[in-house]
């Protein structure tokens, strides 16, 4: 890319960009770090069901349904993780025909005409997104292993603490809220794609999914579920 392109983003493109970046770090402290998300988000109510699961778990003589669980779990991260590398994939090759991705959005209704180092940086854009996406889901999945290791070394019902309790809880949501930020970067994912169109839709993309996510975890019949 050209030294000029920074010059090439026009003052929407600026906006809708500082937008997004603000919405996907601030709705992710929120949820994890906020006072409203540290007690009343899908998130806690996941954890004290996590700790159940402990609890539950070391009254058990034969583990072979939490081992199941938990396999399951690491079957859901890995499907999204391989799913992400050819995500990645695809978004390398594009760079190599940036040409004709360029003739094909001109047709589409209401996008603007804009350089290629323009284009490229949208496109970077999106591939640090999945990037990131990826790097959650193979920390998730290394952390469900250990997860399994734990369940392993357990010890035998009446012998258990509160303490192994909570560490297996620990372990349990420290790895679904990895997941759950590679998931939340599909979504903006989603949002960053309608850029390559107008950086106005993107900005409104981007509340759209801040909306969208916010209504999942503090108020789907989910949470209310889990709750009662």
Excluded at 136 to 156: C, D, H, V
């Amino acid at each position: 890319m050209s030294g000029s392109w920074f010059n090439a983003f026009s003052v929407a493109d600026w906006v809708a960009l500082g937008w997004f970046l603000a919405c996907w770090a601030g709705y992710g402290w929120v949820v994890e770090h906020g006072p409203l998300g540290g007690r009343h988000g899908l998130l806690a109510a996941s954890h004290h069901f996590r700790l159940e699961w402990g609890r539950q778990m070391l009254r058990r003589e034969v583990r072979v349904a939490d081992s199941s669980l938990v396999g399951n779990l690491i079957q859901s991260v890995s499907f999204y993780a391989n799913t992400t590398i050819y995500v990645i994939a695809g978004l390398l090759a594009l760079l190599g025909t940036m040409d004709k991705l360029i003739d094909a959005a001109a047709d589409l209704p209401f996008a603007r005409h804009v350089s290629r180092d323009v284009w490229e940086v949208k496109l970077l854009l999106l591939l640090v997104i999945f990037i990131v996406a990826y790097f959650k889901f193979t920390w998730s999945l290394r952390q469900f292993n250990m997860l399994s290791i734990l369940i392993g070394a357990a010890p035998p019902p009446g012998e258990g603490s509160e303490a192994f309790a909570q560490r297996f809880a620990k372990i349990n949501s420290l790895s679904g809220d990895e997941f759950n930020r590679g998931i939340r970067a599909y979504y903006f994912g989603l949002a960053a794609v309608s850029w390559f169109v107008q950086p106005w839709l993107f900005f409104m993309a981007t509340t759209a999914i801040v909306l969208v996510l916010y209504r999942r975890d503090f108020r789907s019949q989910t949470l209310e579920a889990m709750r009662s």
